[in-house]
C-alpha cells in the first residue's frame, strides 16, 4: 500500500484541480505552507520527506512567536508535486475551497523520530527552530522553540 492512497481514495482527479502525484525523492527538504478556505479556515503545514509531503492541518495557524503553541492534526501524505499547488477545490470535492500559498522555503531536520519532529524552517514568514510533538495518534503541539 502506498502512503498516497489516502490522498488518492480522498479525490476524484476528473473533477479536482489538485495533482495526482506519485511518491517521488526530490533531493531537498522543502516545506510549505498553505492558506486554505474549506469548511472552516485553517492552514496545512507539510514538510517533504521520503518522497512525500507529510501533511498536518493547522486550525490556528503556524506559530509565528514562541509563547505560541498550536494543535496540529496530521493528514494524509500528499504528492511532492502538490508544493507548488494553490487554487479552487471543486464544490463537492474533500477540500473544497480555496487554497493559497502563504509561505514555504527549506528546512534544516534536527530530529525525526515517532515521538517529536525539529526542524529548522527557513522560509519567507516562518523561521528559526520549530518543534512538532505528538500527543496521540494524529495529534501535535506544533511549537517555536526559543532562540538560542
Known amino acids: 500500500m502506498s502512503s ?9 482527479f476528473a473533477e479536482s484541480a489538485e495533482p495526482e ?8 527538504s ?37 509563547s505560541q503553541r498550536r494543535l496540529a492534526i496530521q ?9 507548488d499547488f494553490e487554487g479552487e477545490i471543486a464544490e ?8 493559497e500559498i502563504w509561505d514555504r522555503g527549506h528546512y534544516d531536520l534536527r530530529l525525526w523520530t515517532g515521538e517529536e519532529i525539529k526542524i529548522t524552517l527557513h522560509g519567507q514568514r516562518l523561521k528559526g527552530n520549530y518543534v512538532l510533538i505528538h500527543t496521540d495518534a494524529n495529534r501535535c ?8
Open 4 to 12: 498516497l492512497d489516502e490522498y488518492r481514495e480522498k479525490r476524484d
Open 21 to 28: 502525484g506519485e511518491i517521488r525523492e526530490s533531493g531537498q
Open 30 to 66: 522543502r516545506f510549505l505552507v498553505q492558506k486554505h478556505w474549506a469548511r472552516t479556515l485553517h492552514y496545512d503545514f507539510r514538510l517533504e520527506h521520503g518522497g512525500v509531503l507529510v501533511s498536518w492541518a493547522v486550525p490556528r495557524g503556524p506559530p509565528e512567536a514562541t
Open 75 to 83: 493528514t494524509e501524505d500528499h504528492p511532492v508535486n502538490y508544493i
Open 92 to 99: 463537492g470535492e474533500y477540500g473544497a475551497g480555496t487554497v
Open 141 to 148: 503541539l506544533f511549537i517555536k522553540e526559543k532562540e538560542g
